[in-house]
Every structure is written in structure tokens, then in C-alpha cells.
RNA sequence: GUCCUUGUAGUUAAAUGGAUAUAACAACUCCGUCCUAAGGAGUAAUUACAGGUUCGAUUCCUGUCGAGGACACCA
């Protein structure tokens, strides 16, 4: 067998070669069982709580010593000692405790070739092949022009480039989308409020924050009068038609140099984030194709006319109704986001398409994906929905119908205010420390976002959520950072990183090296960074103890090994970081 | 009213049906530097309530109470 060995397959040929150790356990737990005649398509291994109860453990004799009509303990030892006779080079030991769980115990060398596969594998330890080839289309933040980019957005920016991270590390092919909503009510809305400034427009040598800044009064100034006054509203509904039918005139010019202000906004912001798309949709660009896909499937009887209006009856399928085309002829969101659907799917013909939206229309979305299937089954069935949580300040609800909007930058610069001190206070050359900084801050506001489950709302306090210390982004830099402080160090007295080592004792550091592809891959199953972002913490307590137990650098033979395991954490957060979305600094 | 989501230490969170429910912050004790103290060691504190299924329930089911969201032309 002859490998190429350009980059990307000698990845590859690492994952076939080297079988994640949970699955391996798995699968001879499955042989083992199936020799004493039960046959079970899933066993469950999980990590104890505990460190003495084993690297891994499994509740297979609890579960179907029923089935064997026999003693869970007894049928406990009865698979052990079946285990034990051909147990694997990795296992040291296998126990069964005294309520039926068996317990592995890893062998020493294991965690040194753990250790060792780190350091050779570096940037891409972690990588699987589970998602290998898929393609995968990924919508989030989906910020509307002419409006703020507000904390919501920030929220959805967050889980979607990390997911976006996660999957790509487990083998996707992951093109990112952004859909913005550049036509209706609220954009009529701010071209009214532009119109009214036409003369005194902001000047073209200002920065796009100053402009967009000037569009968000524009649309306020709009957004009251159509309350207020029954003469504006007619005028702004005017704005609204002439906006859809794309007639030019002065308005159209209006139009288009706020559209154009607004998206180079938005990219300073996302290039702030570390986001790169790869398409943008528009909903000015699908209104169309909307509205004919509409009076074609009601003709077929798939929707049907009420009050002016084109609706789907969700009763039937115990959801709600929705309006798909409203009485002025317009195609709503919900006809839109199908016409979208379609319009991706002519992009890029995709496998999956995951989409990122807060979870106040997880409901609609169920209502969606039902029409969908009868319109483009395929599609519908590869789409999965992805409700994030609302993030929440404690004086009460974060909206932009409320009028209290937070912008995604305002939140920003509050943590970045209470970070900036810190540069001195640490000594940092006076060059690096605004950097520095805004490493910190993002890292602080990410991780707070992504280490809770993605659905639930967040409780966003300033001053407490974002914190620097325990549970933190800065902690998992910090902790990268020492690392690495320490392996340079170790480089100028000629000593360096080898993973071999003479120990027979097995660290909680060791205990922790080798489940990161594993964390990697659960993550990408279930879209959920929350998985890695807790996993990190942990890896960076258990060092942390390491460190402040353990002089690295010493003149035993086993400082090569204590570097192996300092460089092999580094490796780790910095990979697991980078796919939280987090930089990490030089120093800090 | 109907449907969806949700309720865990003082606070913010974690826990693929498993072992003594895990962390961080705040509180209280310690470690004053030697490789980065944005660190480490320790103490105290939690599953809303009532039933049920299960060898085993924070997790699944039913009910009660509380919170959030969606329910026809916004997205």
C-alpha cells in the first residue's frame, strides 16, 4: 500500500490508524459480551466522576444481567474475567466495584503514547474523520443592515463560528452563510429617518462606526414618527413599496448608500470576531423566487387564501398557523426562508445546512421545516435548526423592540475598559498591551457565551458574567500562556519536550490529555461547544495543580516528560481555543 | 386559553438513566514567588413541590406551582 503524503491525507491516515480508545473499549466490551452469548448494538462507557474509579467504566452488567436472568454482580465478574483474558495492551486493569459497574484502568504507557501522539500530531490533535467529506452549510449572526448590531447577534455569532469550527475539525466541508434582511417595514423605516438628514448626511471620510451610528438615529427618528404620526406612516409604507419594486430615483440612492454603509460596518465587527463568510444572502434578492414557490403550492393546495392573506395551517400537524405571503402581496419570512433554502442549496449543494437563530422562533421553525418537507423534502430533511438562548441583563429583557438595545460593541468596550488596567499591572511592553487587551476581552465574552448549552438564556451581568479569573476565557489563556512561557524557557537551557518517562505514577494531568478527541467529536455530534469549553477548564484546573505541584524544569531525567506534558496542554488550548473562536497572546 | 422551553449551593452554570450531584464567583482559612499568583490547597452550602416507571431519576412519565417564549399578515 503506497499513502500520499501531502498533508491533508497523512491526517487521514492517522485516524484510521489510531482508533480513539473509547471506541476500542467499546468494541471489545461488544466481542466480550457477544462470547457469552448477549448480543447489545449499544454499549455505554463514560469517564467516572472520580479518578479511583477508573479512566473508564461501563454499566453493560447492570443493564442486561436482567436479559441472562442472573445476579448483576455475578454477571459483573463473569464479563470481567471474560475481559481480562484477551484485555488490550492499553487497559492496565479492570475492576468491578460492588454495585456491578466494571472499571478500566489505562496503562502508563498509554498516556505516554497519549502525550506523544500530541506532540506529533499538534494543530491538527484532535481532528476525526466522523462528518469526513459532508458539506455543510452553517447560517448565523444574520444581522440586518440599516439596524444596530446588537448582543443577540453577538450571541449568534459566537455558537455559529464555533460550531462551524467543531465540524470542520471533525472532517466537513463548512461554508458559512449570513442572511440579511435588507428590505420591509423596519429598513422603510431608516431611509425615512435618512431622508429627513439628506442634506447633512455624515461625511465620506469618517469611519464606518460613525456612519452606522448616524444610520441607527436615522432609523429611531423613523421607527417613532410611524407610531406617532398617521401622515408618516403612509410616507414610510410609500418608502417600503418603492423599496421592494427597486424603481430608482432618490430614494433608491438613499437606499443603497445606507445598505452600503451598514455591511462595511459589519464587517469591521466580524473581522473584530474572527469571522470570514464565505456567502451572504439577501432577502431582497429571494423575495422573488419566495412569492412563486407561494402561488404555486397553492394551486397544489398546500396553502390556502384567508382574509387577503396566504397561510399554512399548522393545526393539522398539531402547530400553528403562519401567514407565508401577507395581504399586500409580500412574501413573509417564513416564505422567504424557503425560497432561501432553495437558493443555497443552488450555491452549494449541501449535505447538511445548520442554522443559527435565537430560540424565539424555534416554534416557526417547526412550522418551516413542515412545509418544507412537502416542498422540498430532500432539503428539509438535511436542515437542522440550531435555537440559542437569549442573553439576558439582569434589569430584564434584551430586545431591539424595547428600546433598550445593547450593541455588541458597547458590551465590548465595557469589558475591554476592565481588562486595559490589567496591562500595567502585569508589566507588558507598552506595544502589545492594546492587543493583548482585545485578545482578552473577546476571549472573556466567547467563553462566557459558549460555556453554557446553547439553548438556554443567559443571565449577562457586566460586572460578574464576564470574569477574569476560575471559570473564564482569560483562565485558558492564561493557562496556554504559562505553558508556553515555560516550554521557551526550558529551550534556552537545551532541554526539551520528549514524551518518555521512567514514573510508574499517572498524573490527573495524564488522566485528562487523551480525551480530547473524544470531547471534539461528542461536541460535533451534538453541535454543542459547550462540551469542549468545560473540558478545557478542566484540562487547565488539572495543570494548574500540575504546575503549582511539580517544578517542570529541573535536573531529573523526567523534566523532558513534564515538558512533553506542558507542551501537549498548550497544544491542546490552543487548538480547543481556536475553535472556541478564542486568540490566544504571546504573553498576558 | 393552547403549544414549546425551563426551574440545581447566596449567585452563574455542569452532569450521554449510574457511584459521595461537578465547578466557578461571592464568604471564611491557608500558600508572598522558584518555571507568569489572571495561580494553587482547604472549609461551608444545592436537584421547586407531589406522585409514578426503574436495581438505580437532576435526567423519563403525570400533576401542581414559578419563569421565559410562540400563537395571522415583523423578522
Redesign the pocket.
Known amino acids: 500500500m503506497t499513502i500520499q503524503t501531502n498533508g491533508y491525507e497523512n491526517i487521514r491516515f492517522f485516524c484510521i490508524l489510531f482508533t480513539m480508545i473509547d471506541e476500542k473499549i467499546k468494541k471489545y466490551i461488544k466481542e466480550t459480551l457477544m462470547s457469552v452469548t448477549v448480543y447489545i448494538d449499544k454499549v455505554?462507557?463514560?469517564?467516572?466522576?472520580?479518578f479511583?474509579?477508573?479512566d473508564y467504566?461501563t454499566?453493560v452488567a447492570?443493564?442486561y444481567a436482567?436479559k441472562t436472568g442472573e445476579n448483576?454482580i455475578e454477571f459483573a465478574k463473569k464479563l470481567a474475567k471474560g475481559l481480562i483474558e484477551h484485555k488490550p495492551k492499553e487497559i492496565e486493569k479492570i475492576e468491578v466495584?460492588?454495585?456491578?459497574?466494571i472499571?478500566f484502568y489505562l496503562s502508563k504507557d498509554f498516556f505516554i503514547d497519549s502525550v506523544k501522539e500530541v506532540l506529533k500530531k499538534e494543530e491538527n490533535y484532535g481532528r476525526n474523520n466522523f462528518l469526513k467529506g459532508q458539506k455543510t452549510i452553517v447560517e448565523y449572526t444574520?444581522a440586518?443592515p440599516f439596524k444596530e448590531f446588537h448582543i443577540g447577534h453577538l450571541m449568534s455569532n459566537t455558537i455559529g463560528e464555533s460550531i462551524s469550527r467543531i465540524i470542520d475539525f471533525c472532517g466537513a466541508k463548512v461554508r458559512r452563510a449570513n442572511?440579511q434582511?435588507d428590505?420591509?417595514?423596519?429598513i422603510a423605516k431608516a431611509v425615512w429617518g435618512i431622508y429627513q438628514s439628506k442634506n447633512n448626511l455624515p461625511k465620506e471620510g469618517l469611519d464606518a462606526k460613525d456612519k452606522a451610528k448616524f444610520l441607527g438615529m436615522a432609523y429611531a427618528l423613523g421607527a417613532k414618527n410611524y407610531d406617532a404620526d398617521e401622515n408618516i406612516k403612509k410616507e414610510i409604507e410609500e418608502i417600503n413599496k418603492k423599496i421592494y419594486s427597486g424603481e430608482g430615483g432618490e430614494i433608491k440612492k438613499l437606499y443603497e448608500w445606507g445598505r452600503g454603509i451598514s455591511l462595511d460596518y459589519f464587517e469591521t465587527i466580524y473581522k473584530r470576531l474572527g469571522t470570514k463568510f464565505d456567502y451572504y444572502f439577501f432577502?431582497s434578492k429571494i423575495a422573488e423566487s419566495a412569492k412563486k414557490i407561494v402561488s404555486e403550492y397553492l394551486k397544489k393546495g398546500l396553502f390556502e387564501e384567508?382574509?387577503?392573506?396566504i397561510?399554512f395551517?399548522g393545526e393539522k400537524y398539531?402547530?400553528?398557523?403562519?401567514?407565508f405571503?401577507?395581504?399586500?402581496g409580500?412574501?413573509?419570512?417564513?416564505a422567504?426562508e424557503l425560497g432561501l433554502s432553495k437558493v443555497k442549496y443552488e450555491k452549494y449543494s449541501y449535505d447538511k445546512s445548520l442554522i443559527v437563530t435565537?430560540?424565539?422562533?424555534?416554534?416557526?421553525f417547526d412550522v418551516l421545516l413542515k412545509v418544507m418537507s412537502f416542498i422540498f423534502p430532500k432539503l428539509a430533511e438535511r436542515t437542522v435548526h440550531i435555537g440559542h438562548?437569549?442573553l439576558k441583563l439582569?434589569t430584564g429583557?434584551m430586545?431591539s423592540?424595547t428600546g433598550e438595545v445593547i450593541t455588541a460593541e458597547f458590551l465590548i468596550d465595557q469589558v475591554f475598559k476592565r481588562?486595559r488596567p490589567?496591562?500595567e499591572?502585569?508589566g507588558?511592553p507598552e506595544e502589545i498591551r492594546e492587543e493583548?487587551?482585545e485578545k482578552?476581552s473577546i476571549s472573556?465574552l466567547k467563553y462566557?457565551i459558549l460555556?453554557?448549552?446553547t439553548?438556554?438564556?443567559?443571565?449577562f451581568?457586566i460586572d460578574?458574567?464576564v470574569?477574569?479569573?476560575?471559570?473564564?476565557g482569560?483562565?485558558l489563556?492564561?493557562?496556554c500562556?504559562?505553558a508556553?512561557?515555560?516550554i521557551?524557557?526550558?529551550k534556552k537551557q537545551d532541554k526539551n519536550p520528549r514524551a518518555v518517562s521512567e514514573r510508574k505514577e499517572i498524573t490527573g494531568i495524564e488522566k485528562m490529555i487523551y480525551r480530547f478527541p473524544e470531547i471534539i467529536k461528542r461536541a460535533g455530534e451534538e453541535y454543542?461547544p459547550?462540551?469542549l469549553a468545560?473540558y478545557l477548564?478542566?484540562l487547565?484546573?488539572e495543570f494548574?495543580?500540575y504546575?503549582?505541584?511539580?517544578?517542570?524544569?529541573?535536573d531529573s531525567k523526567e523534566t523532558q516528560y513534564r515538558l512533553a506534558i506542558t507542551k501537549a496542554v498548550s497544544i491542546i488550548l490552543e487548538n480547543g481555543l481556536g475553535i472556541l473562536g478564542i486568540k490566544v497572546?504571546?504573553?498576558?
Open positions: 455505554d462507557l463514560e469517564h467516572p466522576m472520580d479511583k474509579n477508573g467504566s454499566n447492570m443493564v436482567k448483576p466495584a460492588g454495585n456491578g459497574f472499571n444574520d440586518n442572511y434582511g428590505i420591509g417595514a423596519h432577502e384567508s382574509e387577503g392573506a397561510i395551517k398539531g402547530l400553528h398557523t403562519r401567514v405571503q401577507n395581504s399586500k409580500l412574501p413573509t419570512y417564513e422567504k435565537g430560540n424565539d422562533i424555534n416554534d416557526y438562548g437569549m439582569p429583557k430586545g423592540r481588562v490589567k496591562m499591572e502585569s507588558l493583548v487587551a482578552v472573556a462566557s460555556k453554557q448549552k439553548g438556554k438564556d443567559i443571565i451581568d460578574k458574567s470574569s477574569f479569573d476560575g471559570d473564564s482569560p483562565y489563556q492564561y493557562t500562556v504559562r508556553k512561557s515555560v521557551e524557557k526550558a454543542s459547550h462540551y468545560i477548564i478542566e487547565s484546573s494548574n495543580t504546575y503549582a505541584t511539580n517544578k517542570i524544569i529541573g497572546p504571546n504573553r498576558m
